[in-house]
């Protein structure tokens, strides 16, 4: 066969290879313990050997069907040697250096390619076997993962994967035992219920891990330590926090400042820190004993410190127009510096600590001489105010950011303007040299940091991921990690690639609906961001995005042939969507406030509607014509479900109460009572006689529908239910809550079966699937997650190692592996690892910290023997 250099031609070619030619091959070579596949094919006997056991897997037995299988075995060895020396086997696929343009392109080639995804599932199963093929292997599992194959339950058993990302991977109990990770990204994976027996991780990156948490407001200055092991913020919440960079925890916390911490720096030695604030005051703080050593007192908001490169002087900037010298030793003003018409945003020392830069609201910088005190020079061309400056690591250039959205670059000898880059969407409030002097880093009001090539003026890196402006940037002394401040956190960033966040397109408001089809095909989801979307019930991509409404979209139902979805929005509108097209279909208007909720009837020829006009409406849904409004509720109707049966509507109210409504008569047919707050969720059993309902009196109620008393109260959840749902064979009723919590319960005896703990905010909607083996939930947290459910059956593993974990564990496996999600779909990227087992191993991130502490607090479970 012919060479090939293009990537796809050389994956294409596995058009008439399958799944069984690989698994045999893959199979025999791991019998006989081979560890050069190539050299191993390319002996006579080993080739007929390999053609025998296929021949036998596949019971094929003519000469003709032997020629064909020599015949596949020659094309796949063509692919190996090719893919040898290919690129994709020699360099991470997701690097910077490959284009990401073609990539893309190949990505939307392969995704539908079963045949193709088949040759890389090989590829990984071969970095077990030869090492010659592990960075390979590695990017197919890269691309399994972006295009969202379904790798849940797979066996990854000794796989060798290196230099790449896995972000967001869904390997749900899938089996890692023996395998080697080493620098791969997973942020965001799903390891629950995962195999992990003796595996050896190391340098592993994962973003949360990334992300400093403890301030309690906006994060204003952060700095490293001169010898990098120290990170110093300052915020709002009138705190100064030390963190320990290596472990990405808190050390300290100095408190003292009767209001918010601005400006904070460490002098060169890294004996002291000092901060200021909105109390006029600098403290100097004792870095080793954490206390007070001085305070000076000002007059007005000190907003920039910095110390000179020999620890002699300090100079600050002040809202008072004015610039400070003071000598450190004694703490007394040397000297102030006149000349800005408005405050000082930022002063810097220039590395021999002969000049001082000073950055202005007047829009101008100005360079002073440290030792007499006067100006040297001002630089203009800012149209908006200079909110900071920094000196090359040489003191030949000056970097500024402004308000002006812009970063320019300076020439300090002659005071001419040498660049200008921009990029960013808002205002530029820190900018930071590199150690080495060829990168800028740069923090925006815009929610990024860019890192730019001072040599090209072009951005390297663009890292998102922020809830907020980012007002302070900071390198680390070796210039491997940035730090960049956001709302009420600190992200440390690999200064190198930027850690970059994949895009994600999940829902960026809370999901207020989530409701599945009974062909279990397809999610759909409706959220505060005026969205409603169509997932892969399997895999969790998005299918679909279907936009029209202007505000929340609070309920989504799908029709019972399941060709089309109703949605009832804040907007106070229903609309009708084609499912396969993703197109509205028709927009039905009447109620005058927000539509809380929808239902189909069971023959789909008509919708009833839910609204906090306190009115139900029933709509012909061929015409979209109104057919009746049902009056009675006195306060919002928040939800409203059929009767399996179609002749009763129950509704649900924030007045209290649940009512049912005779279908054919279109009166109410009885008033139930007995929560004391609003029901926000009503839902028949699939035989019709229990109704369940939740309420914000923290309980579910189940009640007989031809008797209309209530059976039961079912008390467990310590905040509102939002949502109740019945299994479909009625012995089961899931809850969500404002608790955060999912909870089933038994119908027969009123008992807690299982707590499903898993999203971070109010659980707003749960539904089963048609079979009853998946539950959806929905969050504020911005998420959807799957969760399996179990029926008192043991959910097998793929492999040999069930029994001996069950051997091993006090807790039943079926406990453990039933109480997670099993598919997350969230625009965070949260790694996920409830019911892991781990049994020795290694487990290090690519700071050489253990990570087992977060392993262990996300539900992993950890064996002894």
């Keep these: 066969m012919e060479q090939k250099d293009d990537l796809y031609d050389i994956l294409a070619s596995s058009k008439d290879l399958d799944q069984k030619i690989y698994k045999v091959i893959i199979e025999q070579m791991r019998k ?136 967001g991977g869904n390997f749900a109990r899938c089996n890692f035992s023996g395998s080697e990770f080493d620098d791969v990204d997973i942020s965001g994976v799903n390891l629950n219920g995962t195999l992990l027996l003796n595996c050896k991780w190391i340098k592993m990156k994962i973003h949360e891990l990334n992300q400093l948490q403890g301030h309690t407001s906006f994060v204003s200055s952060v700095c490293f330590s001169p010898d990098g092991f120290t990170l110093a913020s300052g915020s709002v919440d009138n705190s100064i926090r030390l963190w ?63 110390f000179s490169p020999d620890g002699t002087n300090l100079a600050s900037g002040s809202v008072d127009n004015s610039i400070r010298l003071w000598d450190v030793k004694t703490r007394q003003q040397k000297a102030k510096l006149d000349g800005h018409s408005n405050s000082v945003n930022s002063v810097c020392f220039s590395l021999d600590g002969t000049t001082l830069a000073s950055g202005s609201s007047d ?87 860019h890192l730019w090539d001072v040599k090209t003026g072009s951005v390297k890196v663009k890292m998102d991921g922020y809830s907020g402006t980012i007002r302070s940037v900071s390198f680390s002394p070796d210039g491997a990690i940035l730090a960049g401040s956001g709302y009420n956190s600190i992200r440390l960033w690999d200064a190198k690639t930027g850690h970059k966040n994949v895009q994600k397109v999940e829902h960026t408001g809370a999901v207020l609906s989530v409701c599945l089809s009974s ?18 019930f399997k895999t969790g991509q998005k299918i679909a995005q279907l936009d029209g409404h202007s505000n929340g979209v609070n309920s989504v139902c799908f029709s019972p042939n399941e060709t089309t979805l109703a949605s009832g929005s804040d907007d106070n509108s229903i609309r009708l969507w084609n499912v396969k097209t993703g197109q509205q279909k028709s927009q039905l208007d009447g109620h005058n406030d927000s ?29 979209g014509q109104q057919k009746v409004q049902l009056d009675g509720h006195s306060n919002s109707v928040n939800s409203v479900c059929f009767s399996p049966d179609g002749t009763t509507l129950a ?83 899931a809850s969500g809550s404002r608790d955060y919590s999912i909870r089933l319960w038994d119908v027969q005896t009123g008992q807690q079966k299982a707590q499903l703990n898993g999203h971070n905010d109010l659980v707003r909607s749960v539904c089963f699937s048609s079979d009853g083996t998946t539950l959806a939930s929905g969050s504020y947290d911005n998420s959807i997650c799957l969760w399996e459910i179990n029926k008192g059956k043991e959910i097998s593993f793929s492999d040999k190692y069930q029994q001996y974990a069950l051997e091993l564990l006090k807790t039943p496996l079926v406990e453990i592996v039933t109480h997670y999600p099993y598919l997350n779909i969230s625009q965070y990227l949260i790694l996920e690892a409830q019911g892991a087992l781990i049994l020795k191993g290694e487990f290090v991130n690519y700071q050489g910290f253990d990570l087992r502490p977060l392993l262990k607090s996300k539900g992993t479970y950890f064996l002894e023997k």
Excluded at 80 to 103: A, I, M, T
Excluded at 601 to 623: C, E, H, Q, Y
Aim: proline share 1%; aromatic share 8%.
């Design 363 to 449: 829009k101008s910088i100005r360079l002073w001489d440290v030792k007499t005190g006067q100006q040297k020079a001002q630089l203009d061309g800012h149209n908006n105010s200079v909110w900071s400056v920094c000196f090359s690591p040489d003191g030949t250039t000056l970097a500024s950011g402004s308000g002006d959205k812009s970063i320019r670059l300076w020439d300090v000898k002659i005071g001419n303007q040498k660049a200008q880059l921009d990029g960013h969407s808002d205002y530029v409030l820190s900018v930071c040299f590199s150690p080495d002097g060829t990168t800028i880093a740069s923090g925006s009001r815009d929610q990024y940091i």
């Design 651 to 733: 509704s649900g109210s924030g007045d209290n109460s649940i009512r049912l409504w005779d279908i054919n008569s279109r009166q109410q047919k009885a008033q139930l009572d007995g929560h004391n707050d609003s029901v926000w969720s009503v839902c028949f059993s699939l035989d019709g006689t229990t109704l369940a309902s939740g309420s914000g009196d923290n309980s579910i109620r189940l009640w007989d529908v031809n008797s209309r008393q209530q059976k039961a109260q079912l008390d467990g959840h310590n905040d509102s239910v939002w949502s109740v749902c019945f299994s479909p064979d009625g012995t089961t009723v």
């Design 32 to 167: 006989e313990n081979i560890s050069d596949c190539l050299n191993y094919l390319s002996i006579d006997e080993n080739l007929k050997n390999c053609e025998q056991s296929i021949l036998k897997a596949t019971n094929l037995t003519n000469n003709e069907q032997k020629d064909g299988v020599n015949n596949k075995i020659q094309i796949m060895m063509n692919i190996l040697k090719q893919v040898k020396h290919h690129d994709f086997n020699k360099k991470n696929y997701y690097d910077n250096d490959v284009c990401e343009e073609s990539r893309k392109i190949l990505i939307q080639k392969i995704s539908k390619d079963e045949q193709i995804i088949q040759l890389l599932k090989f590829f990984v199963q071969l970095t077990t076997i030869d090492e010659k093929f592990i960075q390979c292997g590695s990017n197919g599992l890269y691309l399994l993962v972006v295009m969202k194959v379904d790798l849940k339950n797979s066996c990854f058993e000794n796989i060798r994967i290196k230099n790449t990302t896995l972000i």
């Design 519 to 536: 062909d279990l095909t397809t999610l759909a989801s409706s959220s505060g961001d005026n969205s409603i979307r169509l997932w892969d």
């Design 595 to 623: 539509v809380q909720s929808v239902s189909y009837s069971p023959d789909g020829m008509t919708l009833a509607s839910g609204s906090g006009d306190n009115s139900i409406r029933l709509w012909d849904v061929n015409t």
């Design 244 to 306: 320990d960079v290596k472990k990405g925890q808190q050390k300290a916390k100095l408190d003292g400042h009767s209001g918010a911490v601005w400006p904070i720096c460490f002098s060169p030695d890294g004996t002291t820190l000092i901060s200021s604030g909105d109390d006029y005051s600098i403290r100097f703080w004792d870095v080793k004993t954490r206390k007070k050593k001085a305070q000076l007192d000002q007059t007005q908001t000190v907003s920039s410190i910095c």
